[in-house]
C-alpha cells in the first residue's frame, strides 16, 4: 500500500494505460504536492507503481514473503491480474491466513486435503449454510445452499478458467466459523485431534460464556496498553446471531473473522461487488462540497446485532451510537430507521426496544449523508458491508469494527479512515479531533475514497478471491510430484 508522502517522489508515475488513474489527472508540471487531492492521488500512483512487472519479478517477491514457491497456476493468475489491472504483490493478508495450513501440511501433506473431505462428507444434506464447490476443467459447480447461491456461480465464471481442479468449502453466513486459535500453546498438536462430531454446528445461545471460555476469544478494545475486554460489550461475542462453529482446524472460507478467536481464510463478499445485487449503491453523486457540509457525524440504519435475550441489546453497537447521538446531538444525527424483526423472538420485549431507542422505520435516501462531513461505519450482525460505499460518498469515515475483512492491509486506520473503538469509547473525541483539524481530517478522507475508487474495484476483488484459491488448491496438491499437478 502507499508509503508516506516523502517517499513518493522516488517512484515513478504510471500512466492511464497501466494502471486506473483518476479522470481529473493534470500534467505533471502542473501538480502541487500541497494540494490533499494531489497527496491522495499520488499515494496510489505510488502502489500502483511499485507492483511486478514481469512474472519473474512476481514470483521471487512472492517467494520472498512466503519462503515457499507460488502455487500451480500462479503464471495464469499473473497474466489475469495484469490483463484486469489489480495489484500484483499485495497479498500478504492471504498468506497470513494460509501460513497455519502450510506448517500443518510439513508435517502431514494430506492433512488439508482431509479435513476438506471430512467437512464435506458432513455437510452434505445439512442446514449449516456453507457450499462445497468442485472446479472442473474451468467450471464450478455449488452443492449447498446459501443466501448467495444465485450470486457466486457468475463471479466464480470469472476467474474459474485459470483455477485447476479443485474442491473448496465457502461459508454463506456473515459470522465466521473456525473458533480456533493457532496462536495458543500446543496449537499445532492439537490442530492433528478432531474432536467436534458435528462441525459448524456448535450453536449456544447467547454465546458469552461459549467466547469467554474459547482460546483467544477474549477481544481486547484496543492493541495497546492495559487489557480491557470488548466481550461484554459487542454483539457478536454477547449473543451471536447465527452461531454454528467448529472448534476444529477446518479450511473454510469466509467473508469475515475476529482474530485470534477465529481461523477462516477470508475472500471479498459480495457486498463489495459493485456490480452484484448486494452492493448498496448511490443515486448520484456527492453534489456538496467538503466545506459546505455539517461538521457531524451521520448514520442511518437497521438494528442488526445479536439476538436480543432481555435487555442485553443495551450493549449493542448500533443501540449504542443511538444513545451517544442522544447525548451529543451537537456532534451527531443518528437514528434507528429499521428494526430487525429476526433478531427478536421469545425473551425480547419488542415494544420496549422501539420505545427505548424512538425507533422511527422511516428510511431515508441514502444519499442524505452527503450533507455531512463525516460518515459512521458501525458493525452489526458482524461487519456492516457498507464500508467501501462509505469512502466513495465524499465523507470522512469513522470505522468502530471488531472484524477483519479481505482489505485490511489496504485501506488502513488513520490513514484511510478513522478508527473508533468497539465499545464506542472513543467516539466522541475521534469527532471532536476532526472538527478541531479539518485539513488532516479532509486529508484521510481523500485519501480513503482515492484507495476506494482506484484501487477497491470489482476487478481487483476478482484478483483476490482468484489469489486465495490458488493457494488452496496448492495446498491441496502439496507434496505431490509435479507430474501429478499437471
Not at 225 to 239: D, P
Not at 255 to 260: A, L
Request: proline content about 7%; overall charge negative; aromatic content about 14%.
Amino acid at each position: 500500500m502507499p508509503e508516506a508522502e516523502e517517499e513518493d517522489a522516488g517512484f515513478e508515475l504510471v500512466s492511464e494505460e497501466d494502471y486506473p488513474s483518476n479522470e481529473t489527472s493534470s500534467p505533471e508540471s502542473s501538480i502541487d504536492p500541497t494540494d490533499p487531492e494531489v497527496q491522495a492521488r499520488l499515494a496510489v500512483d505510488a502502489l500502483y507503481a511499485r507492483q511486478s512487472r514481469t512474472l519473474s519479478q512476481a514470483i521471487a517477491r512472492y517467494t520472498l514473503h512466503t519462503n515457499h514457491a507460488p502455487p500451480p497456476h500462479y503464471d495464469l493468475w499473473f497474466d489475469f491480474a495484469q490483463e484486469k489491472k489489480c495489484l500484483i504483490d499485495e497479498y500478504d493478508r492471504i498468506h497470513r491466513d494460509f501460513k497455519p495450513f502450510y506448517q500443518l501440511a510439513e508435517r502431514d501433506p494430506g492433512f488439508f486435503q482431509a479435513m476438506i473431505d471430512r467437512a464435506a462428507s458432513r455437510l452434505e444434506n445439512s442446514s449449516s449454510e456453507i457450499s462445497v464447490v468442485d472446479v472442473r476443467e474451468g467450471r464450478a459447480e455449488l452443492n449447498g445452499d446459501t443466501s448467495y447461491s444465485s450470486a457466486w456461480p457468475e463471479t466464480f465464471s470469472k476467474f474459474s478458467h485459470i483455477l485447476p481442479d479443485m474442491r473448496f468449502l465457502i461459508n454463506g453466513r456473515d459470522e465466521p466459523r473456525v473458533a480456533f486459535n493457532f496462536r495458543s500453546p500446543k496449537a499445532l498438536e492439537n490442530a492433528f485431534t478432531v474432536k467436534d462430531a458435528d462441525p459448524f454446528n456448535i450453536a449456544p445461545r447467547p454465546t458469552a460464556e461459549f467466547f469467554r471460555a474459547q482460546s483467544g476469544c477474549d477481544i481486547p478494545t484496543e492493541a495497546t496498553g492495559f487489557m480491557q475486554s470488548v466481550n461484554e460489550e459487542h454483539s457478536f461475542l454477547i449473543s451471536t446471531a447465527k452461531p454454528g462453529f467448529t472448534t476444529d482446524l477446518y479450511p473454510m472460507m469466509s467473508m469475515t473473522k475476529v482474530s485470534p478467536c477465529f481461523a477462516d481464510i477470508l475472500f471479498p463478499t459480495e457486498y463489495y461487488y459493485e456490480t452484484s445485487w448486494w452492493s448498496g449503491k448511490f443515486a448520484f453523486e456527492d453534489n456538496i462540497p467538503w466545506e459546505d457540509k455539517k461538521p457531524q457525524l451521520y448514520w442511518r440504519g437497521m438494528s442488526n446485532g445479536g439476538m436480543i435475550v432481555g435487555s442485553n441489546y443495551h450493549h449493542f453497537m448500533r443501540f449504542k451510537l443511538r444513545t451517544l447521538a442522544r447525548d451529543h446531538p451537537d456532534l451527531m444525527d443518528v437514528s434507528i430507521s429499521r428494526f430487525a424483526e429476526t433478531l427478536c423472538e421469545d425473551e425480547c420485549d419488542r415494544a420496549q426496544v422501539w420505545a427505548d431507542y424512538n425507533i422511527t422505520e422511516s428510511p431515508e435516501p441514502r444519499e442524505d449523508m452527503y450533507k455531512f462531513r463525516y460518515a459512521m461505519d458501525a458493525d452489526g450482525t458482524t461487519f456492516s458491508g457498507r464500508f467501501l460505499l462509505l469512502l466513495k460518498s465524499g465523507s470522512l469515515v469513522f470505522k468502530a469494527t471488531l472484524f477483519e475483512e479481505y482489505f485490511n492491509d489496504w485501506l488502513r486506520p488513520f490513514e484511510h479512515y478513522v478508527p473508533v473503538k468497539p465499545d464506542l469509547s472513543d467516539l466522541v473525541e475521534r469527532i471532536r479531533w476532526a472538527n478541531e483539524n479539518p485539513e488532516e481530517a479532509r486529508l484521510i478522507q481523500l485519501r480513503g475514497m482515492e484507495v476506494a475508487k482506484r484501487v477497491m474495484t470489482d476487478e481487483q476483488n476478482d484478483c483476490y478471491f482468484a489469489a486465495v484459491l490458488l493457494e488452496w488448491a496448492g495446498l491441496q496438491r502439496y507434496g505431490m510430484p509435479p507430474a501429478a499437478m499437471e
